[in-house]
T-cell receptor, first 111, second 117 residues
Framework: TQLLEQSPQFLSIQEGENLTVYCNSSSVFSSLQWYRQEPGEGPVLLVTVVTGGEVKKLKRLTFQFGDARKDSSLHITAAQPGDTGLYLCAGAKNAGNMLTFGGGTRLMVKP | DAGVIQSPRHEVTEMGQEVTLRCKPISGHNSLFWYRQTMMRGLELLIYFNNNVPIDDSGMPEDRFSAKMPNASFSTLKIQPSEPRDSAVYFC???????????????FGDGTRLSIL
């Protein structure tokens, strides 16, 4: 059982559509990070959210940390083929460097 | 700047053989992590070093797995003897380890794809 549950696991959409990916847990995290991984490469950090209720925007990507710091979402507006990849959320539980990763959402954006 | 460097990129070997995976973290990073990624189980933390000292190895599957960090610029993950179920992509990551901060990003290498026949 994953400590961090991501949904959906797979998502295939057309270019221009909007989508939301969810990351949920019954545990409280001190911070949460989102990574994107492309085939043959390691995950690359997109954003870190720290404060409950925090919203961060990165171009067409909007990240939100839940008020209770147990969940997070990633919303992509007008998806493009370049957004294709595996999106991973990762939570940190205390003042330390260890992260617990969710199972990932595999996104495919078709032109 | 050089990122985390892992070698080899691919390894194919027969079961029972010893496998050694290598990692060079980013210079100045004092935390190093070994992960294993499979379709079934996702990305799993195997072991975590801080200042070359193993801090948490609870994710190491069994005694066949061992990891060392003899200095700040090098780490190895060894599997002996290897089994087909060890087939996976193994990632090394490094970060700046600040005692009172949990917000430091981890920088990943491109992984070693291991196939045990």
């Amino acid at each position: 059982t994953q400590l961090l549950e991501q949904s959906p696991q797979f998502l295939s959409i057309q270019e221009g559509e909007n989508l939301t990916v969810y990351c949920n847990s019954s545990s409280v995290f001190s911070s949460l990070q989102w990574y994107r991984q492309e085939p043959g490469e390691g995950p690359v950090l997109l954003v870190t959210v720290v404060t409950g209720g925090e919203v961060k925007k990165l171009k067409r990507l909007t990240f939100q940390f839940g008020d209770a710091r147990k969940d997070s979402s990633l919303h992509i507006t007008a998806a493009q083929p370049g957004d294709t990849g595996l999106y991973l959320c990762a939570g940190a539980k205390n003042a330390g460097n260890m992260l617990t990763f969710g199972g990932g959402t595999r996104l495919m954006v078709k032109p | 700047d050089a990122g985390v460097i892992q070698s080899p990129r691919h390894e194919v070997t027969e079961m029972g053989q010893e496998v050694t995976l290598r990692c060079k973290p980013i210079s100045g990073h004092n935390s190093l992590f070994w992960y294993r990624q499979t379709m079934m189980r996702g990305l799993e933390l195997l072991i975590y070093f801080n200042n070359n000292v193993p801090i948490d190895d609870s994710g190491m599957p069994e005694d066949r797995f061992s990891a060392k960090m003899p200095n700040a610029s090098f780490s190895t993950l060894k599997i002996q003897p290897s089994e087909p179920r060890d087939s996976a992509v193994y990632f090394c990551a490094s970060s700046i380890g600040l005692v009172r901060s949990s917000n430091q990003p981890q920088h990943f290498g491109d992984g070693t794809r291991l196939s045990i026949l």
